[in-house]
Each structure stands twice: as C-alpha cells, then as structure tokens.
Nanobody, 119 residues
Framework: QVQLVESGGGSVQAGGSLRLSCAAS????????MGWYRQTPGKQRELVAT???????DYADSVKDRFIISRDNAKNTVFLQMNTLKPEDTAVYYC?????????????WGQGTQVTVSS
C-alpha cells in the first residue's frame, strides 16, 4: 500500500505564493510520474502539472510561467511552487502518483489540500 500525504495549502491574497508538498510512503520500486491536479465544485478534476523521475515537466496552460513543479527522488516527494496566484486558482489540489511495485502499476491520490485565493 502506498500513501500520499500532502501539505502546504491555505489562504492567500491574489498575487501571493504558496508551496505544496506531497510525500509518498510505502513499498514500491519507482514513482513515475508524480503530479498535481485540482478540482472545484461541479467541475472535473484537471491537470495542473506533472513531473517524471527524469524531471521532465508538463503544465496546464493556465499555470505556465506561474507554477513550478519539482521533486526530490530520494525522498519520494513532489512540490508545487505557486506564484502570482489568482482567484481562479482556488481549488482543492490533489497529489497524484503512478507507482510501480511487486503488484505492478497502480495510481494513487492524496487526500487533497484546499487552496483559496482572495481578490
């Protein structure tokens, strides 16, 4: 079993910054990729950013040039640095990991962390 534990959400004014962290624990060989998604009430969960073990990144157009995803492979942790936040970034942010273990490939989600940006 793999657990993803998120931290770093909160409330901030527009233009501010927040940093999210997500640490994976359990028994596995590799996590690839890791990423962040977000969801608002009544809408589908959407991709924010992903990063491979080789640190190749992909971003939603809405966050490019404002958010930076990074990871510490030794600590199985992924980060999301969110800068120049806008009210439309308000959402529950979920960590995602595709995990490779003796059971094969599995996908895991964190519990979600609320990010609220006020204007």
């Amino acid at each position: 079993q793999v657990q993803l534990v998120e931290s770093g959400g909160g409330s901030v004014q527009a233009g501010g910054s927040l940093r999210l962290s997500c640490a994976a624990s359990g028994s596995f060989f590799m996590i690839n990729p890791m990423g962040w998604y977000r969801q608002t009430p009544g809408k589908q969960r959407e991709l924010v950013a992903t990063i491979t073990s080789g640190r190749a990144t992909d971003y939603a157009d809405s966050v490019k040039d404002r958010f930076i995803i990074s990871r510490d492979n030794a600590k199985n942790t992924v980060f999301l640095q969110m800068n120049t936040l806008k009210p439309e970034d308000t959402a529950v942010y979920y960590c995602n990991a595709r995990v490779w273990s003796l059971r094969g490939e599995s996908e895991y989600w964190g519990q979600g962390t609320q990010v609220t940006v006020s204007s």
